[in-house]
DNA sequence: GACCGCAGTGTTAACGCTAACACATCTTAC
DNA sequence: GTAAGATGTGTTAGCGTTAACACTGCGGTC
């Protein structure tokens, strides 16, 4: 008896499987991969071998060898926020489903130079293409330059045919929001945005005063803060002091800013939505729950999930004959208790 | 002048930065991994080649080679609770910090054949060693046993001294939060506990009981039901509808429930706190900004993440002098409106 | 009945990297 | 002045996989 040939690492190599069957790792190789010039006897064998083996090939050497890989790389922004976090949740899950893996680089900072790093970092790793969150307000043509040389889909951005994108429409959204509130009849609609650098918080502005404006109101108060919970009950809490109530109703930029400014108008003996009606944006589960019940505008991370990977896969395989995709979300409003009729006089 | 050999990936490779500078491939690499054999003026040379030609290494190649990665992988469940999403960011974070980067399989049920290939799966795409973030109920035998052979810390489950792990102490936060709610003068405490399977379920259920029984009190009514806002929403629905208010406070066993559980007790109204306390769990951002801001047991999942990817890199480098580490977080009380004392009469 | 073609299999050479060893050259010790 | 060791560098052989080509039979064609 032949001694076994000493193994470096202890997983079971194509070799193993080979020698237990009697033929060459080629022909495992070929049963592994579907290969259709395989005697149906022979893979039988093969594939029975492997099951009781319980053999599994190693990805990087497959990587290695031909260049394919089954990662997907997804730069986001490190955040709690719920839209981040949970379109980070729907990736992850349709990626597995397509039989994927999913790696992850959160960034705290959106400067091009970091995105390139972040990128080249996730395709060092063998990632085969990458999804990118990008919430910052951007040059589409930096973005290009900057990942232009790898398959990549953009998320939250428009790619002006550059580059492939999916994004939400955020403006869309936010004059939604706000015609509702003027529809209800109120005429003093103060703002509370997020902060700058967030492209969302241009757009929902632009969306807000839009609103305003096609109804020929004069914006209300308006505040920029962190779109937090704590950031909507500062802005809240300063806009009360600074205008005297000079609003009846308030359009907040997320949710969690919607929840904080409720906090801080009730915690100033403000009801909601008797004094002040609220509205929010993103459609966070909870929001249901906050008291009152919160008024806001839904967007759909699932199919933003599910239609970026699907075209990043295409992507990947080459398929770029439609030139690059594109597709826009439009968030929905859903009315709750939050928001109510102006009160007579 | 013999021309370039071709090469089939458009990447670099060492052999190209190596006759850039006119040195072996082995030099570069060696460069590249801090090895102290290089002439200083060489390795300079190497450096200012690299950078120039913006080489970056291949991590499928290196793995290959010497079987050491630089990918984390983490395991956790599919959940949008703020605290498996937290947990996720703070990992990611701490993993990058360390110069790892993260790969992650997010689970939908987890019976030990799911971990064992989730984890399997993480391994063959070259992470280095596993996360498993086990919310489940299971043996520490059988989670042994699946993952025994492959570096790994479990969090949130008690390794026994069987594996490492790291965990909050529900049953502590739960009876701190249940106790401060007997210190308020309550006789009379609901209990609204998240589903089965989870593990944190009958630790936090065992916490309630314990803090009642040691004040000499009977359990208040007490329901089973999903972790969500939803959930304690229909749970508290049920309570109200069962008991007619037979009880005069409610631990809920997160902070979603409790928000719910408000929900469904201000629409009923009952005002909270002046009718009914409530005390939450988990310690969300936006807990101190629902009506009434809730008193809530925080848990530091960012110490969890800190600590236990410090484990992790031991294990992996091998250092188990120590045996198995073990930490224990304790949830801390955070005092805030949704809980007073008892009204008198 | 010699020849082509193809189905099924094996053999060999990459993929890009690191480890181990081999080889020069330079010190230092006696 | 020579041996022994240290230092810097190059050479070679893998890691586990797939791609490309080479080989063996067998059935069919003229």
Redesign the interface.
Known sequence: MAALPPR???RLTLDDVAQEVGVSHQTVSRVINDHPRVLPATRARVSAAITRLGY??????R??AN?R?T?IGLVTH???AYGA??A??SI??EV?RQGY??????LKTFGMPELRQAT???L???AAGVIVDIPYEVRQRDVQAALGHVPFVALDVDGRGLFPSFRFDHLHGAREGTRHLVAMGHRQIAGIIGEKPWRAAAKRRQGWLSALEEAGLKPGPSVETAW???G??EAATGLLRGHHRKFTAIFAAND?IA??A??AL?GAGVRVPDEVSVVGFDGM??A????P?LTTVVNDFDVLARESLRSLLQVIKGAESTGPLQKVSLPKLVLRASSRPMRKG
Chains 1, 2 share one sequence.
């Open positions: 470096k690492t202890g599994r090939p190693n990805r990087a050497a990587f290695l260049q890989s990662v490190h955040s709690d976090a949970h980070l949740l992850q899950q597995q893996t999913l790696m992850t680089f959160g080249e970092e996730l060092e790793n063998a937090t919970a704590a909507g009950y969690l929840l904080g409720m906090s009730q589960p909870e249901e729950f906050f008291y019940s």
